[in-house]
């Protein structure tokens, strides 16, 4: 299964993990922490990025929380009309990207955005297209936050071979990747990290400020 095939996948997901599936449960813990560690780090006026936006739910919560120079890149043909019914201020406020995402950032200049985040997304880019994480560590001028499944054992994986993978129903491939030895290649600084059942929360400055 190559990256195009993911992503075709993603765009026509509709049922389970499609944007009117998360519309429907809205922002969650998830949310709050990105607004909190956004709080802590930077201005409520930061320019930012979200990675796999879907129909918007943490960007939402992120903007009745006052932030408001709110981005989303997402390859889903539903993300955006959802968005608009769920989130209407958002749609309206907000500048959206209906894409692939190594097909948008090439085009962004350096330090386009001062946060760049994911939620359980960077996790479903496949192998042929790891050359688009130097590109996120270029668009971002501040603050990266990845929240993604690392698998059981992130410590001993090797980014110098392929990440290990599992599947999610049997049909979309998950890659395991520290994101920690990721980025940290990029001149990025890893200031915080949190483990949860699921997730790990790291948090990355950018050193070249």
């Keep these: ?62 903007y009745e929380h006052g932030f408001e120079t709110l981005s989303g890149i997402d390859v889903n043909n539903d993300a955006f009309d959802v968005m608009r019914e769920t989130y209407p ?4 406020d907000g500048t959206f990207y209906h894409d692939r995402i190594e097909d948008v950032v090439d085009d962004f ?15 479903h880019l496949h192998p042929d297209v790891e050359w688009v994480f130097e590109d996120l560590a270029r668009i971002t001028g501040e603050l990266l936050i990845t929240v993604e499944n690392e698998g059981e054992d992130e410590s001993t994986q090797d980014q110098s071979s ?7 129903n049997d049909e979309f491939p998950l890659y395991h990747r520290n994101w920690n030895q990721v980025f940290s290649e990029f001149a990025f600084d890893e200031v915080d990290a949190e483990s949860g059942k699921r997730d790990t929360v790291r948090t990355f400055r950018s050193t070249t400020e």
């Design 109 to 123: 200049e350096e330090n386009r955005f001062d946060v760049v985040y994911s939620v359980e997304t960077l996790q």
């Design 89 to 92: 201020d958002l749609a309206d």
């Design 162 to 168: 392929d990440p290990d993978v599992t599947y999610v």
């Design 1 to 62: 299964m190559d990256s195009k095939v993911v992503s075709r996948r993603w765009a026509e997901r509709s049922g389970e993990y499609s944007p009117e599936y998360y519309a429907y449960y809205g922002p969650n813990e998830t949310s709050e922490t990105i607004c909190d560690t956004l709080e802590r780090f930077v201005d409520r006026d930061a320019s930012i990025l979200e990675l796999g936006c879907s129909s918007g739910r943490h960007l939402a919560h992120l």
